[in-house]
């Protein structure tokens, strides 16, 4: 998609109502892109011929597609596509450098904006939503039981190293916390990071990195929360989408 200007919908192949929307960047910038896709579908239901949608895809990088679950009707392909992927779809926009073009815009906007240049993208239709299947949630209420206490995220990493809180701030905050009224989970992913030493006998802390969850079982478990610190991260936009109170801490 090189080749494809971006925030310009390009006409190709087939004449058809079928669209492809690229974006192979974060999870975030999906979870930002959810109103937008909800909204081609409405308009398509419609029944206007402008606005029809017959066949709706979105190509991302496949580590980040958990972010697109549960919209009803619209494809996920893997980014980078080929020329055979696009082959199928007459209407192509991308969407690469669409929020980065546009730094006085939230995300959302930046990017509606990019696929409709004359319409407002604003109001409480165009908040993110996001919910996690319920048996994915019940899933993570059976591996991790409700107690008494209070369920706390935090996040130690984010994807980039200038995002990440110090390590040594985030234990003192843990350590402040008290075992009694809090059970604390640890997300992350393994890898050459910083990470705190938990002792095997301390039982309110879990270290999910060391559990082998993946991302989808981490949105599960996040739905189960009451609270959730994180730095700039994709748990952070997560959150937010699906209610869950956050309190989000910048670096740089």
Known sequence: ??????????????????????????????????????????????????????????????????????????????????????????????????????????????????????????????????????????????????TEKKRLGIALHSSAHCRNWPIERLAEFIQGLGSESTEVFLFGKPGPWPELEVAAEVKHIHVLPRLGIDMRESLALLATLDALVAPDSRLVHAAGAMGVPTVALFGP
């Open 1 to 146: 998609d090189a080749h494809l200007p971006a925030g310009q919908w390009q006409a190709a192949g087939p004449a058809n109502h079928d669209h492809v929307l690229l974006r192979s960047g974060g999870f975030g910038d999906l979870i930002a892109l959810r109103p937008l896709l909800l909204d081609m579908r409405r308009k398509s239901a419609g029944g206007s011929k402008l606005d029809r949608v017959d066949r709706l895809a979105v190509c991302c990088h496949p580590a980040h597609a958990a972010a697109l679950d549960g919209l009803e009707g619209v494809e996920v392909l893997d980014y980078p596509p080929t020329v055979e992927d696009l082959a199928p779809f007459h209407w192509r926009l991308s969407l690469e450098g669409a929020i980065e073009d546009h730094p006085e815009l939230d995300s959302v906007a930046a990017l509606a904006r990019a696929a409709w240049p004359h319409e407002s993208a604003e109001g409480g239709g165009w908040c993110p939503t996001y919910r996690v299947r319920s048996p994915r949630v019940l899933a993570a209420w059976l591996r991790f039981p409700a």
